[in-house]
């Protein structure tokens, strides 16, 4: 028979977070000093969109280890998904006191600063999140993607160029070259890119969308619809 461990560790790994929660409800009743427990707890419950269950776990996982960062960093995933930013932020910035180099607080943190149009300093949370770990292909699409809402296109452009060329199979870097080129190589430009990365990823339904926008925008009517559709 399975410990109680072992099955909330498969049902995080299914991404059944819904049985990992009750399982670790059994735990935490059972080991309630187990901070490690009232932390998957924690990490079960934002997953399933229940920041007010996980908001009293990840704090009683923090009162046992108070100096654990990545407690800190679901602390603070946690308290963004309330809408309280500059207070995710606090917690992400505790998490990297403790853990300078924790590749997801500097993600997270990167993600709340362009929330709060905070782009420059979004842009460099988002560069070490990259550096860190460079196949993390969430850090390469945000980070060019930030460079877009800032309106720095050719360094957006920049981006999502090196995006590719680090991960050719990643449909996102395509779609990013091609969204991209439309603010400094033109319509014409941007449709050909558009059919390049379609014709890689056929089954990418947002390059299609993109695509479908293009068309349309071109007055081809009959492509961009069946785009669309």
């Known amino acids: 028979m399975q410990s109680l ?7 995080i790994q299914a991404s059944d977070f819904a049985r990992a929660a009750a399982v670790l409800g059994q ?3 059972r080991t309630p000093r187990d901070h490690g427990a009232w932390y998957w707890l924690a990490f079960a419950q934002v997953h399933r969109g229940l920041a007010d269950l996980a908001l009293p ?3 009683t996982a923090l009162r046992l280890d108070r100096r654990n960062p990545e407690y800190h960093n679901l602390l603070g995933v946690v308290i963004a998904e309330t ?4 207070g995710a932020m606090q917690s992400f910035h505790r998490a990297l006191k403790f853990r300078p180099f924790l590749t997801n607080a500097h993600f997270n ?3 709340m600063l362009n929330r709060l149009e905070r782009f420059d300093e979004s842009l460099e949370a988002y560069g070490m999140a990259r550096k860190l770990e460079p196949q993390r292909t969430d850090a390469w699409d945000d980070l060019a993607e930030t460079y877009w ?3 720095r296109v050719a360094e957006a452009q920049r981006e999502y160029a090196a995006f590719a060329a680090a991960h050719p199979g990643n449909p996102d870097a395509a779609r990013g070259v091609a969204r991209t080129a439309l603010g400094t190589q033109g319509a014409a430009r941007t449709a ?3 059919d390049a990365a379609v014709s890689r990823f056929p089954d990418d339904a947002l390059l299609r969308w993109d695509r479908a926008r293009v068309r349309l925008g071109r007055g081809d009517f009959a492509k961009g619809w069946a785009d669309y559709l």
Not at 5 to 11: G, L, M, P, W
Not at 83 to 86: I, K, L, N, S, V
């Open 5 to 11: 461990v072992e099955q909330a560790q498969r049902a």
């Open 27 to 29: 735990l935490v009743e």
């Open 57 to 59: 776990a990840i704090q």
């Open 83 to 86: 809408g309280d930013y500059e």
């Open 109 to 111: 943190l990167g993600k």
């Open 149 to 151: 809402r800032a309106g």
């Open 192 to 194: 050909e890119l558009y």
